[in-house]
């Protein structure tokens, strides 16, 4: 047996945009993607779509693609997840802390770390 995995609907989006956008005027499915959408609000772009644990991603980006925010809802209530949010930061961060040692190195990122910390004193 196959599970299927969930993907939000066009009638959840739309709850949604309406909502937190006030307007659902533009939105509309991204093309060869089940379960994305997207619209645009002025200079704004807004995406949906469903993560592998089940909550709704919001992104917002300038049209420019400059400085994405990102929030997360709760499938069945549609309110904002800030526990959710909250773990998703600290594994961006943790994710972010990985890469710059294995990068860098674990010698180099000690160093780096003894001088924050000395000139914090």
């Known amino acids: 047996m196959t599970m299927r995995r969930k993907c939000l609907t066009m009638k959840t989006a739309r709850e949604l945009a309406k909502r937190e956008l006030g307007t659902t005027k533009t939105l509309m499915a991204e093309p060869g993607v089940l379960g994305y959408y997207r619209m645009t609000v002025g200079n704004l772009v807004v995406r949906m779509h469903l993560d592998r644990n ?68």
């Open 54 to 121: 089940g909550h709704i991603v919001m992104t917002a980006n300038w049209a420019s693609g400059m400085h994405e925010t990102v929030q997360l809802f709760d499938m069945e209530t549609l309110e904002k997840d800030f526990a959710a949010e909250e773990r998703r930061h600290v594994q961006e961060q943790q994710e972010r802390f990985e890469e710059w040692v294995g990068d860098c190195g674990v010698d180099h990122c000690i160093q780096k770390v003894k001088e924050t910390w000395e000139n914090m004193e």
